[in-house]
């Protein structure tokens, strides 16, 4: 297993706790991750897999096995597919308030399941399981280019060749289409027309997203095209970026820009099929913000909030991190090593008043241009973002 930054703040949370939920797209590791965990633990470990149905039936009395092994650390794989599971929950937990009880694995996030902030708010503590960051992977010896162009799920990062790659990517879109979106969803939705906003959205990553064009794109209402939004980015799979507007007397873009979380998964979805290739490809630019964008939000202290900025006159800069109410840096991601200045981050600077601006590139030295310090993705995760 490739060593994962969380593993600390997850003990934390079991210590204090009587349920920690850990939220993750499918196949990102939270079930090898949760087994690590299990193994650290002095305490005795109960495994469940909702998706086996051998199980399930052990859950049919869920009260009496939760009450017997009360001295166990529970582990739920899939917790979403069994909503009955937190209302009993509730009460047990109420029953004996004891840190470290159950550990939930779910490939959704909180806000698609309801009945986790019904039941069990203020009894259970959530945290995300990201992809493989640039930090993780170099301890590992995976550099930055290799990272970028499979994507940070575990296990194809870690694969020989990159055919082997794609046949795996290949599967993992075909599943989740197929199967696990109905699935997760709890209803039918045609896997033909998930495909087709997959393939639209892959096209349009980095851009502003426009509902009535995809919903005049695909046949539908904007309604049902927000609904699939909603589960796509609740299943961690996309990302919506959203514009910073507050205290400006100026003009502002105020629609969310989209981006793939994986990078990998953007890349295949454009049949993009070697780093070399990646690098020729129209996707490139787009790719490296949203990477970029990924690492950023995925290491930023919490007390910060990520946004872009973009005036109706063409100013923009990619990335706005926000204390409270107050923009505090400025970021603007090129994909070259020895990046111009634009004018339009300028007058973001400017608008904004923003006393740290970054541009971050792949490989450039580090060094001062007036306001604006040029660096790397590696140097700006180690050096600077847990300064701001």
């Known amino acids: 297993m490739i060593p994962r930054y969380i593993l600390h703040e997850i003990d934390t949370l079991l210590k204090q706790f009587p349920a920690v939920a850990i939220g993750g797209a499918r196949q990102i590791g939270k079930s090898t991750l949760a087994m690590h965990i299990a193994r650290q633990r002095k305490q005795k470990v109960l495994y469940y897999d909702l998706e ?24 739920i794989d899939e917790a979403q597919t069994m909503p009955e599971l937190f209302t009993v929950l509730r009460p047990i937990i109420d029953a004996g308030r004891k840190a470290g009880r159950f550990l939930l694995l779910s490939s959704v996030s909180p806000f698609l399941m309801r009945h986790v902030s019904q039941t069990l708010a203020g009894r259970v503590a959530h945290i995300q399981l990201p992809g493989i960051n640039i930090t993780e992977a170099e301890k590992v010896k995976i550099d930055y280019k290799k990272l970028w162009f499979r994507g940070g799920y575990p296990e194809p990062l870690t694969l020989r060749t990159n ?121 490139c630019g787009a790719s490296w913000e949203g990477f970029v964008i990924e690492h950023i939000i995925q290491l930023m202290p919490k007390y910060l909030d990520a946004y872009f900025y973009r005036t109706h006159h063409g100013a923009e800069t990619d990335l706005v991190l926000v204390k409270g109410n107050k923009p505090i840096a400025c970021i603007e991601i090129k994909f070259n090593n020895q990046p111009p200045i634009p004018k ?38 180690k050096r600077h973002l847990k300064k701001l």
């Not at 005049?216 to 209402?221: E, K, T």
């Not at 008043?353 to 007036?370: A, C, G, L, M, V």
């Open 344 to 381: 339009g981050y300028t007058i973001c600077i400017d608008d904004l008043k923003t006393q740290h601006n970054f541009i971050i590139t792949p490989q450039s030295d580090e060094y001062d241009y007036k306001n604006i310090r040029i660096t790397s993705l590696a140097g700006f995760v």
């Open 163 to 283: 055919e082997q790659w794609q046949l795996w990517m290949y599967n993992y879109e075909k599943t989740f289409v197929e199967r696990d979106v109905t699935m997760l969803m709890n209803e039918s939705l045609s896997p033909a027309t998930v495909r087709r906003l997959w393939s639209m959205l892959a096209s349009i990553s980095g851009q502003l997203l426009n509902y009535e064009d995809l919903s005049r794109s695909l046949g539908m209402s904007r309604a049902t095209v927000v609904k699939y939004m909603n589960f796509m980015e609740g299943a961690y799979l996309i990302r919506r970026l959203q514009p910073w507007f507050m205290n400006t007397s100026k003009r502002i873009v105020k629609s969310p820009k989209i981006y793939f979380r994986d990078s990998g998964l953007l890349h295949y979805m454009n049949r993009v099929d070697s780093y070399d290739h990646l690098t020729h490809h129209i996707v």
């Open 52 to 75: 086996l149905p051998s199980d399930r039936r052990k859950l049919d009395d869920m009260e009496n096995l939760f009450t017997t092994h009360a001295d166990k650390l529970i582990i």
